[in-house]
Nanobody, 121 residues
Framework: QVQLVESGGGLVQAGDSLTLSCAAS????????VGWFRQSPGKARELLAG???????SYGDSVKGRFTASRDNVKNMMYLQMNSLKPEDSSVYYC???????????????WGQGTHVTVSS
């Protein structure tokens, strides 16, 4: 069992940067593929980044070049560095674990509760 808790969301202005963190419990975290997703009301869940067990990162097209995902298996943490934020990035952001496939994951077994990010124009 893995529990995930996101933090770092908030209100920022367009062009600003923000870093989200995700704290994971459980010894198995380091062996699990993980991912970052977001979902807005009435919209489908969107993949932002997947991180394989080996640390390779795959990015969704809408955030490639602006967002950087990483993991720290010693600290049981995941991070999402978001730069050049746009109003359309406003959403609820989720971290997830035990995701398949490892690259560009589409499904995950464990999810955090989500953190809100609002980008004002």
């Amino acid at each position: 069992q893995v529990q995930l808790v996101e933090s770092g969301g908030g209100l920022v202005q367009a062009g600003d940067s923000l870093t989200l963190s995700c704290a994971a419990s459980g010894r198995t975290f380091r062996w699990l593929p993980v991912g970052w997703f977001r979902q807005s009301p009435g919209k489908a869940r969107e993949l932002l980044a997947g991180i394989t067990r080996d640390g390779a990162v795959s990015y969704g097209d809408s955030v490639k070049g602006r967002f950087t995902a990483s993991r720290d298996n010693v600290k049981n943490m995941m991070y999402l560095q978001m730069n050049s934020l746009k109003p359309e990035d406003s959403s609820v952001y989720y971290c997830a674990a035990r995701c398949t496939p490892e690259e560009f994951p589409r499904a995950c077994d464990y999810w955090g509760q989500g953190t809100h990010v609002t980008v004002s124009s």
